[in-house]
């Protein structure tokens, strides 16, 4: 609910942009599912500075809240009227937003998913993510790895996103049971699980309060817990505030995703154990490009062989690595973080 | 004649006294009493369904720390529901008075206790603000801060730039800031300054609203503000008072909430606005203003806490948690109404 003033703003500069539709510029719209998330803001930040230096004009927008799809079709509504060339959205509702989707595309824009792929995901022209699901594999593999034989016997909490189960959340989760060998059985879902070995699955949405409220009541339900998946890096801070309460910090991998600073940095200092960092600035960079280049020529991207959409990377943090899985430290990992 | 119209008068109110009139007349009295029968009802359903890992003195005491900072909140809210106002920029000042102690202390460098008072004041501010524009303005509550909400979002991201203050940087530079965090065992249980911190803001409130002239004030002006205007009571001094006291409060739970998560975190307290009406409401708190107690707030957030640990535990699905804590409301409310009849 907070952006409020911010996107009306927004939608004002577009207003303006509108009264003026002699302009040659190439208009490149950005909506984002908030403004109040550092990832959000890196990829704007990317795309700002790419847009600067093509120069085209960024313009903007915000959900209010994760999950605000009204207020993207709003945002796509009026980048369509302001005759944007291209829209780069990662979108709330991956299967709602799609009918608007596709008046854009219907008016001749280039339409380009960031970080999270429409449903289905052929709904864009295109989409720039991080492969969720091989992030989760690469801390699956490395909790499992590093654990040894004991991961027959491990008790594992999942710290998810929120109970409606976006495809990022469900990507994660079901990459990490696979990377650590436990079956999944339906890949759309999780929770339906009956690997014993699983503790239980609490929603923090995505942030430090819910982390650590989700952990305690896990910790509650099996006190020897000893491997937790966390969706992002502020829910694992959370989680390892309630681990140190009950005084069994030690005795717990924590894994993660994103590849924030102060994520990075708590690796560095053991609290993490492993996350695996995806890159928002080279995917707004690389969606701002490809829109000016279809403003130039027409041509629209073309997504990684052997995939449904171009893979911006993503690389796995740990000060403890183990054989037979490729990873950076968190040292390097300091000049690559974002937020 | 005198003894039949004394007769007839006898009969008329015994009539009206059924042991249902009765009931409702008591709990128009004692609003705080079906709070707490929920209360011991969901603890002893939870105890029955999960067992000793539930009811456990340190499960409990989880309980009360993962209230703790909605109970605070709900504190400040219930003090503007009693003057028949809305409170929806409660998390926001709070995390905006977080955000400025962190980074003050933390990034800015600045005394610690200096960052903190200016913290304070951030919250001070906000609800004078939101005082100022109900009380002067007489503009609605629910739109003041309905916009407040907004704007103080704003200045939080604007100011955070989204970034977070990691534990260990807190830690390092401004330890006070996680005092509240500081925990102690209590006959098995785990009790943190939080919460103690909770029950002293708790009782200074009650005492203000129960024994002193200002709080007969913010009943009378919940209750009907034009009598309370015609008794000499100066409503619009009464109201910025209590929509200030309300944002120092939530800048006090400010310091709770960075004691409970370590770090300083711009996306905290999303939905803290709605938790902390909800934990009134379930408290037995009118939303017409003028009835209403703190006990019962304090209580209201202790209910949802033990739904939700509770359900957790049993290994619910956390759909049925928000399903469960729906429903408490509606119930609430419905016998809010109940009971306002009493008066009618």
């Known amino acids: 609910m907070r952006p409020v003033l911010l996107s009306t703003a927004a939608a004002l500069a577009v207003l303006a942009a509108t009264a003026l539709p002699a302009s040659a510029e190439t208009i490149v719209g950005l909506v984002t599912k908030t403004n109040n998330n550092p990832f959000f803001a890196k990829m704007k930040e990317g795309a700002e500075a790419k847009a600067k230096e093509l120069g085209v004009t960024l313009s903007s927008f915000a959900g209010k809240y994760d999950g605000d799809n009204d207020g993207q079709v709003a945002a796509v509504e009026s980048l369509i009227a302001a005759g944007a060339k291209g829209i780069l959205i990662t979108p709330s509702d991956t299967k709602a937003i799609v009918p608007t989707i596709q008046k854009a595309r219907d008016a001749g824009i280039l339409v380009i998913a960031l970080d999270t792929p429409l449903d289905p995901i052929d709904a864009a022209d295109a989409t720039f993510a991080t492969d969720n699901f091989k992030a989760g594999v690469l801390i699956g593999e490395w909790a499992a790895k590093t654990l040894g034989d004991e991961a027959a016997n491990a008790k594992i909490a999942f710290l998810d996103a929120l109970e409606t189960q976006p495809t990022v959340d469900v990507l994660r989760d079901q990459g990490f049971m696979q990377g650590f060998g436990i079956d999944i059985k339906e890949p759309h879902r999780y929770g339906e699980e009956d690997d014993p070995r699983i503790v239980g699955h609490q929603w923090g949405e995505g942030a430090e309060e819910g982390g650590r409220t989700g952990m305690e009541n896990l910790l509650q339900k099996d006190p020897d817990t000893n491997v937790v998946y966390t969706i992002n890096e502020p829910t694992a801070a959370g989680a390892y505030e309630a681990l140190k309460a009950f005084g069994v910090e030690g005795q717990v991998l924590m894994t993660s995703v994103d590849g924030g600073c102060p994520g990075v940095r708590n690796v560095q200092a053991g609290v993490i154990g492993a996350t695996s960092m995806q890159f928002p600035l080279k995917m707004a960079a690389l969606g701002v490009e490809a829109v000016a280049k279809f403003a130039e020529d027409g041509s629209k991207p073309e997504p990684t062989p052997g995939l449904d959409f171009y893979d911006t990377g993503v690389e796995l943090v740990t000060d403890k690595p183990v054989d037979g899985l490729e990873s950076i430290t968190s040292e390097e990992a300091l000049k690559l973080c974002w937020g | ?344």
């Not at chain 2, 603890?43 to 999960?50: E, K, R, Y």
């Not at chain 2, 704007?151 to 807190?170: C, H, K, P």
Request: contains cysteine; positive net charge; charged residues 10%.
């Open chain 2, 1 to 344: 004649m005198a003894s039949t119209s004394q007769q007839a008068h006898v009969s008329f109110d015994e009539e009206r006294r059924t042991p249902l009139k009765r009931f409702q007349q008591f709990l128009h009295a004692n609003p705080t009493t079906i709070p707490f029968i929920v209360l011991a009802l969901s603890i002893a359903l939870f105890s029955a369904i999960v067992g000793g890992r539930f009811f456990h003195p340190f499960n409990l005491s989880l309980v009360l720390q993962q209230v703790t900072i909605i109970a605070i909140l709900g504190t400040a809210q219930t003090l503007i529901i009693l003057t028949a106002g809305i409170d929806l920029s409660v998390g926001a000042i709070m995390v905006l008075s977080s955000v400025v102690m962190g980074r003050l202390a933390v990034l800015a460098g600045l005394p610690v206790p200096l960052a903190f008072m200016l913290g304070l004041l951030v919250g001070v501010a906000c609800g004078l603000l939101n005082g100022f524009l109900v009380a002067r303005l007489k503009l609605p509550p629910f739109i003041v801060t309905l916009g407040t909400w907004s704007i103080f979002g704003a200045l939080n991201l604007w100011y955070s730039a989204s970034q977070t203050i990691r534990q260990q940087e807190v830690a390092e530079a401004a330890p006070f800031l996680q005092f509240t965090g500081t925990a102690f065992n209590f006959l098995g249980a785990r009790i943190t300054l939080g919460s103690i911190l909770m029950l002293i803001i708790a009782a200074f409130i009650w005492y203000l609203l129960n024994r002193t002239a200002f709080g007969r004030h913010v009943h009378a002006t919940g209750d009907d503000p034009e009598a309370a205007k015609l008794a000499g009571i100066n409503v619009t001094g009464t109201l910025i008072a209590v929509y200030t006291l309300a944002g120092f409060i939530c800048s006090v739970a400010a310091w709770a909430l960075i004691g409970r998560i370590g770090a300083i975190s711009s996306i905290s307290g999303a939905t803290a606005n709605l938790d902390s009406i909800t934990a009134v409401v379930i408290g037995g708190t009118s939303l017409f203003g003028g009835r209403g107690s703190i006990i019962g707030t304090l209580v209201g957030a202790l209910i949802v806490g033990v739904f939700r640990n509770g359900l957790a535990l049993a290994g619910a699905d956390s759909l049925w948690q928000e399903f469960a804590i729906g429903l408490l409301i509606i119930v609430a409310v419905a016998i809010d109404q109940w009971i306002r009849k009493v008066s009618a």
